[in-house]
Nanobody, 122 residues
Framework: QVQLVESGGGLVQPGGSLRLSCAPS????????MGWYRQAPGKQRELVAT???????NYADSVKGRFTISRDNAKNTLYLQMNSLNPEDTAVYYC????????????????WGQGTQVTVSS
């Protein structure tokens, strides 16, 4: 059973930086798209950034210029570098991977991390 393991959340002051990481445990065959989402208290989960297998990226307007999504294909690891953090970035951050676990799988499935808390406060 594949699980996505996240790390890197925590408490940071406004203007500070954090880097989130996410990697799958268990056997996988191929990872297609990857992404980060977040959910603040009382709000719906929203997209933060995505990255395709080819490296194309997409960002929410609220994080453009401050966050950078990247992937290390050799390590099957997804990253989110977050700079210039502000209190509005406080949320639980979830990684998502669309992947297959075996060569014979016709369609990839979505997997989610357990979530990591990011709190921006002075």
């Amino acid at each position: 059973q594949v699980q996505l393991v996240e790390s890197g959340g925590g408490l940071v002051q406004p203007g500070g930086s954090l880097r989130l990481s996410c990697a799958p445990s268990g056997s996988i065959f191929r990872i297609n798209a990857m992404g980060w989402y977040r959910q603040a208290p009382g709000k719906q989960r929203e997209l933060v950034a995505t990255i395709s297998s080819g490296g194309s990226t997409n960002y929410a307007d609220s994080v453009k210029g401050r966050f950078t999504i990247s992937r290390d294909n050799a390590k099957n690891t997804l990253y989110l570098q977050m700079n210039s953090l502000n209190p509005e970035d406080t949320a639980v951050y979830y990684c998502n991977m669309r992947l297959t676990t075996a060569w014979h799988e016709v369609r990839p499935s979505d997997y989610w991390g357990q979530g990591t808390q990011v709190t921006v406060s002075s």
